[in-house]
T-cell receptor, first 112, second 112 residues
Framework: DTAVSQTPKYLVTQMGNDKSIKCEQN?????MYWYKQDSKKFLKIMFS???????INETVPNRFSPKSPDKAHLNLHINSLELGDSAVYFC???????????FGSGTQLSVL | GENVEQHPSTLSVQEGDSAVIKCTYS??????FPWYKQELGKRPQLIID?????GEKKDQRIAVTLNKTAKHFSLHITETQPEDSAVYFC???????????FGTGTQLKVEL
């Protein structure tokens, strides 16, 4: 009954590969996010969707593409992975933009 | 965009002492100020929040104070316990940007 679930939990891959991270929330929230947490623990927003519409698109390389097939899902696809992409990626949701965030358990991405 | 500064970056206290973490922000239109706690290897979780029409809010051993004029807000933890050891993040929401901006985090260590 996890409120926000994301898979996989760990992702180890080679430079240049393409990978996806999936996220689902069962809270009935309208807004979903992707955050990146680097090795210094900085939490930086990447994307936000409200009712399947992209409302925040921070300065993120074009290699990162979010997709929201419905309000309960927000996936993240990354092309041509680079060493600097190694980080923990958190999916989150809230009832509306600026509301209490519920985070997923994170995906530890390691690019070798 | 919003600029959020958080201090200190690390804080070590003895069990039973109080801990205070301070954040400053730049956008006077900001109106929502949550605090998140992230234990090692876990997801960030909301512990307390305050809106701009309130100066102080308490929940058992934790409290948040807000000074809108000076554009800063603080987290106060009293009677600290070892389980309070974690990274604490402040955050600021500005409605115009639809975005929650996080501070850089404070590693709190409560020593026995």
């Amino acid at each position: 009954d996890t409120a926000v679930s994301q898979t996989p939990k760990y992702l180890v891959t080679q430079m240049g590969n393409d990978k996806s991270i999936k996220c689902e929330q069962n809270l009935g929230h309208d807004t979903m996010y992707w955050y990146k947490q680097d090795s210094k623990k900085f939490l930086k927003i990447m994307f936000s969707y409200n009712n399947k519409e992209l409302i925040i698109n921070e300065t993120v390389p074009n290699r990162f593409s979010p997709k929201s097939p419905d309000k309960a899902h927000l996936n993240l696809h990354i092309n041509s992975l680079e060493l600097g992409d190694s980080a923990v990626y958190f999916c989150a949701s809230s009832q509306d933009p600026g509301g209490k965030l519920f985070f997923g358990s994170g995906t530890q991405l390691s690019v070798l | 965009g919003e600029n959020v500064e958080q201090h200190p970056s690390t804080l070590s206290v003895q069990e039973g002492d109080s801990a205070v973490i301070k954040c400053t922000y730049s956008d006077s239109a900001s109106n929502y100020f949550p605090w998140y706690k992230q234990e090692l290897g876990k997801r960030p979780q909301l512990i307390i929040d305050i809106r701009s029409n309130v100066g102080e809010k308490k929940d058992q051993r934790i409290a948040v104070t807000l000074n809108k004029t000076a554009k800063h807000f603080s987290l106060h933890i009293t009677e600290t316990q070892p389980e309070d050891s974690a990274v604490y993040f402040c955050a600021v929401y500005t409605g115009g940007g639809n975005k929650l901006t996080f501070g850089t985090g404070t590693q709190l260590k409560v020593e026995l």
